[in-house]
């Protein structure tokens, strides 16, 4: 069974920008999270989407939001990016949203310049 | 906010040795939490849950404590091997869905 895959794996953007993130979850699978992490705060939650709904949603601005499709696949946005949104985004999917294991993809390395 | 801390940054092990990772938490409401493994260049990987209504859970090689009085978790590796050098987080929720809140994380480096 294939993993969770997210492109692209690497992004440079510059301030003001925007950008989308995409996230295909395992097979199966209908929640899917999505986290930054810095080495300084490390894993902080941004939201979770679960069969296209947003279940939660963490202490982060307005400029970040997401989607979720039919078919699973999640979608992050950041607008007006800053200097401070560089980060390794990672999405995360599992089979139900709750208490359980969640599968991580390789994440998007994202600078912003 | 919650906040989930580790009490040390970095740990080194002797190959053939046992490791204990700490994490302390702070939100009293977590029922659930989990201990994932990230190598470099890769994305967390689950090693081992326990909910709330124990204070022990097995697997391979892994033993997670939970102290809930005070709000104390560990991970124990037996037999730390160069394989299980990477960095290990703590996380937790106390939330319905998966809203989890992560340690900054310890980094192991096994000794060979």
């Known amino acids: 069974k294939a993993g969770v895959t997210q492109t692209p794996r690497y992004l440079i953007k510059t301030r003001g920008q925007q950008v989308t993130l995409s996230c295909s979850p395992i097979?199966?699978?209908?929640?899917v999270s999505w986290y930054q992490q810095t080495p300084g705060q490390g894993l902080q939650f941004l939201f979770e989407?679960?069969?296209?709904?947003?279940?939660n949603k963490g202490n982060f601005p307005g400029r970040f939001s997401g989607r979720q499709f039919s078919n699973s696949r999640s979608e992050m946005n950041v607008s007006t990016l800053e200097l401070g949104d560089s980060a390794l985004y990672l999405c995360a999917s599992s089979q139900k949203t709750g208490r359980g294991e969640q599968f991580f993809g390789p994440g998007t390395r994202l600078t912003v310049l | 906010g919650e906040s989930v801390g580790l009490h040390l940054p970095t740990l080194s092990v002797q190959e053939g040795d046992n490791s204990i990772i700490n994490c302390a938490y702070s939100?009293?409401?977590?029922?659930?939490f989990i201990w994932y493994k990230q190598e470099s260049g890769k994305g967390p990987q689950f090693i081992i849950d326990?909910?709330?209504?124990?204070d022990k859970r097995q697997g391979q090689r892994v033993t997670v404590l939970l102290n809930k009085t005070v709000k104390h978790l560990s991970l124990q590796i037996a037999a730390t091997q160069p394989g299980d050098s990477a960095v290990y987080f703590c996380a937790e929720t106390g939330y319905t869905g998966n809203q989890f809140y992560f340690g900054t994380g310890t980094s192991l480096t096994v000794i060979p």
């Open positions: 989407y679960f069969s296209e709904t947003q279940r």
């Open positions: 097979s199966g699978h209908r929640s």
């Open positions: 326990i909910r709330s209504n124990m």
């Open positions: 939100n009293s409401a977590s029922d659930y």
